[in-house]
């Protein structure tokens, strides 16, 4: 009966009711209107007679691949943008990591392999020059096409600037696995000794991850859950160490920067409700509680917070200052709505630590439509130094070591960026202000970004370093500013130097073009990646 049984189970299992699947037939969503076809084929025709958007030729005006072509998909679905707005866009539109997140579940376009769609149209034109007394004379058409050409080329340059960053980032992990392996040594937990951190009179309060935003965040969230909370632990005990915060109280440009920009707008923050972001010892509350606010939220997540505790009672502020250990998207917070925020969050470079996106988090879940942020702007410069003692003593020094050479650490050596007071003296060229962000409205993902540069050079010589530093603004009716570049005075974030592995030749008055890519590292969201091109040279720096 057992044999029947099983006999006739699986004759059930192989009956007219089994429903195969058709793998020719899907549900394909129109990229710009409700309309679903059943193929691939149908949608690309339907796109392109009823919306004027030829896919093939898009992919070669910006040199599309897998991944910025699924990037397009999501962009398109998340915006909901015209197929006029796509044509008039720029691929950095949609060149972020939060466009890799599908929006249509099982979207039959991200199935497409864009690397199998030609370009009917791409054939090159023979079109009539015309030379004449050593001048060639091109017709319209021609120099239309080659404005097409030159823009698809940058877009082609561009997407392999990405791959390289980001096989370069991959690879820097791969190593570092390996020497591990081989010299069995334990992962690094910490950033570099070499380079202290800092944060807020003290510390950020919070993991940077949790954001308000989920949708353009989401490859950010991806990242930070998958992060050790030894690693983010490591980052907070760091704050705890009293030498760091005697080292941010006595930078007066710093400290009193922000005592002046509370003290001198009391009339703006007078009675209201103030958060302090990362308060470490309390300095900036007790500014703000000075400044007449009736009530200040002070949160950090390191150990420092219970002595800003003993220093709050034993300044007799305990009725206005309301002390809260643990990270900000964590802890029960005891306010709907705050008036204002204040945090010193900046960290090397302004955006190393990553300490900005606690900021955002606060501002986007507290902050009253109309409140006060403190500072409110903020901006990244750079200037070309031409040191050369400092590159014989630094890099060069690597050549001869005793007699022996170890060449091989020079790459080393300029690939960690190092945190140093520069010389006004020895700087070459003028400054260019690379990029600017608006507190009120910069999002998570302003960490990543790419600009061009020009520097006019003020003296013939070699350029052997190119130096960063940021200047923070309190845009406020009495407006504080200070700077942390290399002609003002010195504070504890020095300045961030960018050694280049061999100095470059420049010559007074020459106008140096170069670009700066700056993102997040994959594996450590609190350290940064900026790749520096200039005078066809380029390299890449690893900041964590």
């Not at 306010?335 to 988090?361: C, H, N, P, R």
């Not at 190119?466 to 500013?481: E, R, S």
């Amino acid at each position: 009966m057992t044999d029947v049984h099983m006999e006739d189970a699986n004759d059930a299992d192989s009956g007219d009711d089994w429903d195969e699947v058709n793998d020719d037939i899907q549900n394909v969503v129109c990229l710009f209107c409700k309309e679903v076809v059943d193929s691939i084929p149908k949608a690309l025709r339907h796109v392109e007679v009823f919306h004027d958007f030829n896919l093939a030729t898009f992919k070669t005006k910006h040199a599309l691949d897998v991944y910025s072509y699924i990037k397009l998909v999501n962009f398109i679905r998340r915006k909901e943008v015209s197929p006029e707005e796509l044509n008039s866009a720029e691929s950095k539109s949609w060149n972020s990591d939060e466009y890799l997140m599908p929006v249509l579940q099982d979207d039959a376009w991200l199935m497409l392999d864009i690397e199998e769609i030609e370009d009917s149209t791409a054939k090159p034109i023979a079109y009539p020059v015309n030379s004449e007394n050593g001048c060639v004379t091109l017709s319209e058409a021609h120099f239309a096409e080659l404005q097409r050409t030159i823009q698809s080329l940058k877009a082609q340059l561009e997407q392999r600037e990405l791959a390289c960053l980001m096989a370069t980032q991959q690879i820097d992990v791969m190593v570092k696995k390996a020497r591990s392996l081989v010299l069995d040594e334990e992962p690094k937990n910490s950033r570099s000794s070499s380079i202290q951190m800092h944060s807020d009179d003290g510390e950020d309060c919070s993991q940077n991850n949790t954001l308000i935003n989920t949708d353009e965040n989401a490859h950010l969230n991806t990242i930070s859950k998958s992060m050790s909370m030894d690693y983010d632990d490591g980052y907070f005990r760091t704050y705890s160490h009293f030498a760091i915060h005697h080292e941010m109280l006595t930078d007066k440009v710093r400290t009193e920067s922000y005592r002046d920009a509370l003290l001198m707008n009391s009339n703006k923050i007078s009675n209201c409700i103030m958060l302090d972001v990362g308060c470490g010892t309390g300095i900036l509350s007790m500014f703000a509680a000075k400044s007449g606010c009736r009530k200040v939220i002070s949160v950090d997540q390191s150990e420092i917070i219970y002595h800003a505790m003993d220093i709050v009672r034993e300044n007799n502020l305990t009725d206005i200052i309301t002390l809260k250990k643990g990270r900000l998207e964590d802890i029960e917070f005891p306010e709907e709505k705050v008036d204002a925020i204040v945090s010193e969050w900046m960290g090397y470079f302004l955006l190393f630590e990553g300490m900005l996106d606690t900021v955002i988090y606060a501002r986007d879940h507290y902050l009253s439509p109309g409140g006060v942020l403190l500072p409110n702007r903020c901006t990244i410069s750079i200037v070309g130094s031409g040191d050369t003692k400092r590159y014989v003593d630094l890099v060069d020094y690597w050549s001869n070591v005793y007699g022996f050479k170890m060449s091989c650490m020079k790459a080393e050596v300029v690939r960690e960026p190092s945190i140093e007071i520069c010389n006004a003296q020895h700087l070459i060229t003028s400054v260019a202000e690379i990029q600017s962000f608006d507190l009120y409205t910069v999002s998570t993902d302003c960490v990543n970004f790419s600009t061009t540069f020009n520097l006019t050079v003020k003296k013939t010589g070699p350029l052997t370093a190119i130096i960063g530093y940021f200047d923070v603004f309190f845009d406020l009716d009495n407006p504080v500013h200070f700077s942390t570049g290399p002609h003002s005075p010195p504070t504890h974030w020095k300045q961030t130097v960018f050694s280049l592995s061999e100095p470059i030749s420049i010559t007074e008055g020459e106008i140096l073009t170069g670009k700066l890519i700056c993102s997040r590292h994959m594996k450590d969201i609190r350290g940064l990646i900026i790749t520096i091109q200039i005078k066809n040279v380029s390299q890449v720096y690893h900041l964590d």
